[in-house]
C-alpha cells in the first residue's frame, strides 16, 4: 500500500477540524446580533472597512447622551457590523466607551439578540448571574424615523468578551436588513487567556459561541465582502 500523501493528510486533517467545530459551537454563533468596530474617528472607520471588503457602511445615526455616533453595514441575516466613533458634536465627557482613546479600529463590543428582554432578566436572576437594570435605547435615523430597542449588561462581562443583550422593538426594522449588503460574517470567537473560565460563562448564558485560548481577552471575526477578507484583529 503506497504512503499517505502529503496532500491526503493535510485534507484529512481539515476534514477533522471542520468535525470538531461542527460538534462544538458554530462558526457563527446563531446569538449574534452585531459586533461593534470601535474608532477614534467614523469616517475613517468607514473608509478603513470599505478599503478591504468594497462595501461603504452608511451612516445609522447618534446616541444622545452617550458621546458616540455609528455607520452600519448588513453582515448576511440578523447579523451587522456597528462601526463607531465619537459625536464631535457632544462632550467628551459623555463618550462612555471612551472611543476618543482608541488608536486604530479594533472590536470592542458584541450583542446577542433577545426575543424577551423580562424572560432573559428572570433566567439571569435565577441562575445568580448579576446584571444591570434593562434599559430603553433609541436613535433617529437618517429617514426621520427612530429605531428603539432594549439592552441588558452584565455586571461582569470577562473583559468585554461577553456580550451585552439586545431586544428590538416590535415596529423597528433590523438593522441587518435595510442597511448596505454584499458582504457576511464567516467567523466570530472569543478569546481569553482562561479560556475554560469564559466557556462556563457562556454556557450558563446559553451562548453558543468558540472559545480560543490566547495570550490576552480579544473578540475575533473574518468578514468577507466584494473586494476580500478583513479579519479582526487585523
Request: one cysteine or more.
Amino acid at each position: 500500500m503506497s504512503p499517505l500523501s502529503r496532500r491526503a493528510i493535510l485534507a484529512a486533517a481539515g476534514a477533522f477540524a471542520l468535525r470538531a467545530r461542527a460538534a462544538g459551537a458554530p462558526a457563527v454563533p446563531a446569538s449574534l446580533d452585531h459586533i461593534l468596530l470601535g474608532c477614534p474617528d467614523l469616517d475613517k472607520g468607514i473608509d478603513f472597512v470599505e478599503r478591504h471588503l468594497g462595501v461603504r457602511a452608511a451612516f445609522g445615526g447618534v446616541h444622545p447622551g452617550r458621546g458616540s455616533r455609528n455607520a452600519l453595514l448588513s453582515l448576511g441575516d440578523r447579523h451587522y457590523l456597528e462601526i463607531i466613533a465619537p459625536d464631535p458634536d457632544q462632550p467628551r465627557s459623555a463618550d462612555v466607551r471612551q472611543l476618543y482613546r482608541i488608536e486604530a479600529p479594533r472590536l470592542i463590543e458584541w450583542a446577542a439578540h433577545v426575543d424577551d428582554m423580562d424572560a432573559l432578566a428572570q433566567k439571569l436572576k435565577a441562575a445568580g448571574v448579576e446584571f444591570g437594570p434593562p434599559r430603553d435605547g433609541s436613535r433617529q435615523r437618517p429617514s426621520g424615523d427612530t429605531l428603539r430597542w432594549k439592552a441588558l449588561s452584565l455586571r461582569n462581562d470577562s473583559d468585554k468578551l461577553l456580550p451585552f443583550f439586545i431586544e428590538w422593538s416590535k415596529d423597528s426594522v433590523h438593522p441587518a436588513t435595510d442597511s448596505p449588503k454584499g458582504c457576511r460574517i464567516e467567523r466570530f470567537e472569543l478569546a481569553a487567556p482562561k479560556p475554560d473560565e469564559v466557556r462556563a460563562a457562556a454556557r450558563k448564558l446559553g451562548l453558543d459561541v468558540e472559545v480560543a485560548s490566547a495570550s490576552k481577552p480579544e473578540l475575533r471575526a473574518t468578514l468577507s465582502g466584494p473586494k476580500g477578507k478583513l479579519s479582526l484583529p487585523a
